[in-house]
């Protein structure tokens, strides 16, 4: 996994580089700069930071990580945030820019960051994450380095009216929608869509514009080859279904491909090449290795996802690769209404869908 947000104490994290917050003169006091220099060892610590002596912000510079589980402390000094009007944003990008540049010289293969600026210099915490989201993603593109940010407490993330605005109205809409077919199949083709218990009553089998559960995979896929029909879809209509189906000859011409057959198909046909899908898919390139020599490669399911996105897939591309896989996308999954809600946004970044599961307490993606 290449980047990945944590909730921890920054001192307790293994990593070959830890980032610590710095104070511009050699001295510390307060947050995470007091933290690191207590775990580390505060005399030997302090001596090394001495010897680098002033530091301005958007700097960084390296000591040893003495008691740490780490080989290096980067300290960088990050702005006092006074209203976004003084280069805050420009220092802080640098305080993320530079301390990966450090890493790389020392042929670090991990790094673990704190939200920088966002404690007692005020810096606002939505847009620091963005900052930092943007500069890791670009860093990404080019190396090959585990990247961890290690946020404090639930209140270090508190993001969803600002970045994802939209997430939970879509899990509420479509939890209610499920609860509202259950209780409304009344009719003879309600009752066809959704079954019966042993008792005569009306069961959902979670079919529906989001898929099918775990426990209903085979029919899911089976299903998932045909184009939906606006009777078999009540809530989207024919225009939706109009929108994800595929021609016949398109479905039929790769029945019997495995899942690892069809990622390496579907790379080819968008004109990707493997490095921009793997790291895209925020998967290391070992993992990619292992599933393009293997045409029998199982997937776990957030994996499958993951490339699923990566790949740019529509919603019904989405389905039928992870079908391939043995999966389905539930609406009784928050993890898989989050995915569907950045499809249907043609949102695929995979940064910035890991913040919102991460804010939902769910899985990310690479895990």
Not at 72 to 77: A, C, K, L, N, S
Request: charged share 25%; hydrophobic share 40%; aromatic share 10%.
């Amino acid at each position: 996994m290449a980047f990945k947000i944590i909730r921890n104490d920054i001192t307790k994290v293994s990593a070959d580089a830890i980032v610590n917050t710095a104070n511009p003169e050699p001295v510390y006091g307060g947050g995470t700069d007091t933290a690191i220099y207590k775990a580390a060892g505060e005399e030997e610590l302090l001596e090394e930071r001495r010897k680098i002596g002033s530091l301005e912000p958007g700097q960084a510079a390296v000591t040893p990580a003495f008691k740490l589980d780490a080989k290096y402390i980067i300290h960088t000094v990050g702005p006092v945030w006074i209203d976004g009007e003084h280069g805050e944003k420009e220092k802080v990008r640098s305080c993320y820019e530079n301390s990966l540049k450090l890493a790389k010289e020392r042929e670090c293969e991990s790094i673990a960051f704190p939200l920088i600026s966002t404690g007692t210099y005020g810096f606002p915490k939505a847009e620091a994450l963005q900052i930092a989201v943007a500069v890791f993603g670009e860093f990404l593109a080019e190396n090959e380095m585990e990247i961890t940010l290690v946020v404090f407490d639930e209140k270090s993330f508190v993001l969803s009216d600002k970045i994802f605005a939209g997430v939970d109205a879509y899990i509420d809409e479509n939890y209610v929608s499920e609860t509202l077919e259950y209780e409304y199949a009344a009719d003879e083709q309600s009752v066809a869509l959704f079954g019966r218990t042993p008792d005569g009553e009306s069961k959902p089998r979670r079919r529906s514009l989001f898929g099918r559960s775990e426990a209903d995979n085979t029919s899911f896929y089976m299903d998932s080859m045909v184009a939906p029909t606006a009777a078999a879809m009540p809530m989207a209509g024919a225009a939706m279904a109009a929108k994800s189906a595929r021609s016949l000859d398109e479905l039929m011409s790769h029945v019997g491909e495995s899942w690892q057959q069809s990622l390496l198909r579907l790379i080819d046909e968008k004109g990707y090449t493997d490095t921009e899908v793997y790291k895209r898919a925020n998967v290391d390139r070992k993992l990619f290795s292992k599933i393009r020599s293997n045409a029998a490669y199982q997937p776990k399911k957030i994996t499958a996802v993951a490339f699923a996105l990566a790949l740019r897939l529509s919603l019904d591309e989405t389905k039928d690769l992870l079908g391939r896989a043995g999966y389905a996308l539930s609406p009784s999954s928050k993890f898989d209404l989050i995915i569907e809600y950045f499809i249907e946004q043609e949102v695929y970044d995979s940064y910035t869908i890991n913040l919102a599961l991460f804010e939902h307490e769910q899985p990310l993606l690479g895990e």
